[in-house]
């Protein structure tokens, strides 16, 4: 449903148009240092305004509704919403009658019988991420609270963009060729995708479970659910299957910890003290200006639909910071059962 996680439970509420939005976190150790001012940097990597993203812009100020006393978190569950204030739903009329290719307007009138509510996406919108990077700057905390007496402390989950629209990363943080793939694609009205690639370094190794609660399984089940997710590797990845076991076995060195990192820093769904590395893949924005050939369920004829209001060119350019703050949630709450 709306919740994940067994010891730190994560639960988001509300809809891209709505009141607010909002996420629920059960299982917040007490004696966590924690403010409104904590989000605000995680909370301006996912904002909006730049080259290539939507044009919608919210303040994305977070509220602490519970959960928090004079600066410490309590124990009990901590609850942090955002108001939404930059809506235009008038843009999402057309499409009770014309469903986005791409989208989930099809499939959630049909899951919920034309009752959920559409505008900007409602439940499904790239908008309910915004909580989702809050309940990562808390698993963040949790993560360094619960190592920070190791050897080596915990110090990031950090996540960068590696690809865009087939054009790999050049070591600068926006390439000359991804600002003209983006230009490119905004004037033909269409999208671009991109892949993520995230790294744990700080992970000591014994987290994790045979089979169901894998650190891969547990890991790419939060990273599955943020919208546009198509694809996921971890180490050599898909390239594994073209090696030879000489090629992609780990020799272990004579601190018990691998030499090389083939595995992604796991190995039997347990950490093995290599840093964890995973990618993954984003698919081009679904929402573009490019006329598109659709069914009509009014007329009952196929159309052309032109899609109106704001989106991103390439939405990917926002997530690193939620693919990290997934990698956190799923993290902490490992970490904490392991307690």
């Known amino acids: 449903m709306n919740d994940i996680g067994r010891k730190f439970r ?9 009141e607010l939005i909002g996420v629920v976190l059960d299982g917040v150790p007490a004696g966590l240092e924690l403010s409104e001012e904590d989000f605000g940097h995680d909370i301006l990597r996912r904002k909006s305004g730049a080259k290539g993203t939507t044009p919608r812009i919210e303040a994305d100020q977070p509220a602490i509704v519970s959960g928090v006393f004079e600066g410490h978190t309590t124990g009990a569950p901590l609850t942090i919403t955002f108001r939404n204030g930059n809506v235009r739903s008038s843009d999402y009329e057309l499409f009770a009658a014309m469903p986005r290719p791409g989208h989930a307007d099809l499939t959630a009138a049909l899951k919920w019988a034309d009752c959920q509510d559409p505008r900007g996406g409602g439940h499904f919108s790239g908008r309910l991420t915004l909580p989702v990077v809050a309940a990562g700057v808390v698993a963040k905390k949790i993560l360094a609270d619960a190592t920070m007496l190791d050897d080596t402390p915990f110090t990031s989950v950090d996540a960068r963009i590696v690809e865009l629209g087939g054009i790999p990363a050049d070591g600068s943080e926006m390439p000359e060729a991804w600002k003209a793939a983006i230009e490119q694609a905004a004037e033909a009205g269409d999208s671009l995708g991109a892949i993520v ?22 890991i790419a089940h939060a990273v599955f659910s943020i919208p546009g997710v198509r694809g996921m590797e971890f180490g050599d990845g898909f390239k594994a299957s073209a090696m030879k076991g000489s090629e992609h076995n780990d ?12 595995a992604g820093g796991v190995n039997g769904g347990i ?4 840093p964890v590395v995973f990618r993954v893949a984003f698919k081009p924005t679904s929402s573009i200006r490019k006329p598109q050939e659709t069914f009509n369920f009014v007329t009952g004829e196929t159309g052309t639909l032109e899609i109106p209001g704001r989106h991103d060119v390439c939405f990917a350019l926002r997530v690193p910071v939620v693919v990290e703050a997934m990698t956190a949630i799923a993290l902490a709450d490992l970490v904490l059962l392991n307690q």
């Open 10 to 18: 994560v639960s988001i509420f509300g809809e891209s148009h709505g």
């Open 197 to 218: 690639e995230c790294t744990v370094p700080d992970l000591d190794p014994g987290y994790g479970e045979p089979f169901w609660d894998s650190v891969e399984s547990v």
């Open 271 to 274: 950490t093995n003290g290599a």
């Open 251 to 262: 020799p272990i060195g004579p601190d018990g910890r691998p030499t090389k990192n083939g």
